[in-house]
Nanobody, 119 residues
């Protein structure tokens, strides 16, 4: 059973940086595409970034050039480095895992970590 645990959220001033981490367990990490989503109060959950099993990446336009997604296969970790944070980045951030190789499985979600950016 895949489990995801996020960490690294907190309160930061505008222009600051945070690095979110997501620990993956329960299956072969390298077979999964990993995504970060976020959800602000009163808004729908939105896509932030993806890193494929092949390590190719893609980003939402709103974070392109400021956020970087990466993964450490040996540690089964995925990271989201967030620089030049803006108040509009304030949200709960969620890690999600989608099986890409070796069969199919429902998307798995972590419990989320809160990021608050003050102006």
């Amino acid at each position: 059973q895949v489990q995801l645990v996020e960490s690294g959220g907190g309160l930061v001033q505008a222009g600051g940086s945070l690095r979110l981490s997501c620990a993956f367990s329960g299956d072969t990490f390298s077979s999964y595409d990993m995504r970060w989503f976020r959800q602000a109060p009163g808004k729908e959950r939105e896509f932030v970034a993806i890193i494929h099993w092949s390590t190719s990446t893609a980003y939402a336009d709103s974070v392109k050039g400021r956020f970087t997604i990466s993964r450490d296969i040996a540690k089964s970790m995925v990271y989201l480095q967030m620089n030049n944070l803006k108040p509009e980045d304030t949200a709960a951030y969620y890690c999600a895992a989608d099986k890409a190789l070796g069969g199919t499985a429902p998307r798995k979600w972590g419990q989320g970590t809160q990021v608050t950016v003050s102006s």
